[in-house]
């Protein structure tokens, strides 16, 4: 098994490293890549100390499977050309993900649509990850008619560089600024670019990213992205309208029951899911499930998950393993 990490030393490479390792994810060669300003930099992992190499010295030592994470313009030059020398690429970026020829995979789902001639695979935006793993049961179960999304965006969805911003306002330092206003102690509606119709672009990958992964086009979505001054994880709430009514124990049993997920959900004594408590962590948290009483057969949930784990490095650490216990 030769492994190759694109965009090691970036936030989510450098998290795709720790799930690896903790995934006990095994492998016979390791090629680390990153941008040219880090070729030749040595990188420390599991005990050995690598050089980082270019995308042509990577490919030269052809690896099996090569996690991308370095974005969509690197993903769509060398994407192709890795998966045309024999590479399965697992790509986190947007690059491919509405492409009609390449899976979209939440393993938990639908890692079963894989197949051996499959050499792009795309990562599912951390948002839309989060928000299937938990309704994919129910829409199983009660069909979803519509779906009405509110998310709560960690800076870390945005970079290191958001985050140097976030630091740099709480020590009252001024440095380079990623957004367009300050993040510590505010919260503004904006994630990614906006479209003609007036919603951004961040907002558009949870309607089309969902639809493609539950495969039911009909489903009536409308998302709103928040970015707030968080450092751990997403948290979403949505508002459910299934095509036939349900038993408010059995959205829990089907909840506990599907892999991923924990169920943070006992508003006694005030536990109900938190970025805090998710930060580092795997699993989608859900909790204040609670039936929508202003119109028939709705549901509440709220949604955390840290979005540099399950929204990105998880996951695609997941459809690696699945592509190697299975093809390899």
């Known amino acids: 098994?030769?492994?190759?990490?694109?965009?090691?030393?970036?936030?989510?490479?450098?998290?795709?490293?720790?799930?690896l390792d903790e995934h006990r994810f095994l492998f016979d060669r390791f090629i680390p890549v990153a941008s040219n300003h880090s070729v030749g930099k040595l990188l420390h992992f599991r005990g050995t100390q690598y050089s980082i190499l270019d995308h042509l010295q990577a490919i030269s030592q052809k690896p099996d499977i090569a996690i991308f994470s370095a974005g969509a313009n690197a993903s769509r030059e060398w994407a192709p050309i890795y998966a045309a020398s024999g590479t399965t690429v697992i790509d986190n970026s947007s690059a491919w993900r509405m492409e009609d020829d390449i899976p979209l995979i939440v393993p938990e789902i639908n890692a079963t649509e894989l197949n051996p001639f499959n050499k792009i695979i795309s990562n599912p935006n951390c948002s839309t990850i989060q928000l299937v793993l938990a309704i994919a049961p129910l829409h199983k179960a009660y069909r979803i008619r519509r779906m009405v999304i509110s998310t709560y965006q960690s800076v870390t969805g945005t970079g290191a560089k958001a985050v140097r911003q976030l630091e740099n306002e709480r020590k009252g330092i001024k440095g380079e600024m990623a957004y367009p206003y300050p993040i510590d102690l505010n919260l503004f509606p904006h994630g990614g670019d906006f479209l003609e119709n007036g919603y951004t672009t961040e907002e558009m990958k949870l309607v089309d990213e969902t639809r493609k992964i539950l495969g039911d086009p009909s489903i009536l979505i409308t998302a709103t992205i928040v970015r707030v001054p968080v450092i751990g994880g997403h948290s979403e709430a949505v508002n459910l309208e299934f095509e036939s009514d349900f038993n408010i124990q059995d959205v829990y049993r089907l909840l506990q029951n599907m892999p991923g997920i924990t169920i943070r959900d006992n508003i006694k004594n005030n536990i109900y899911p938190m970025p805090l408590e998710a930060k580092g962590k795997d699993d989608v948290f859900v909790g204040r499930i609670r039936r929508d009483d202003s119109q028939p057969n709705s549901l509440n949930l709220f949604i955390v998950a840290d979005n540099l784990r399950k929204g990105a490095a998880t996951n695609a650490v997941q459809i690696a393993s699945y592509l190697r216990s299975t093809f390899m």
């Open 1 to 19: 098994m030769r492994l190759a990490v694109i965009g090691v030393t970036g936030l989510v490479g450098r998290e795709i490293l720790k799930v």
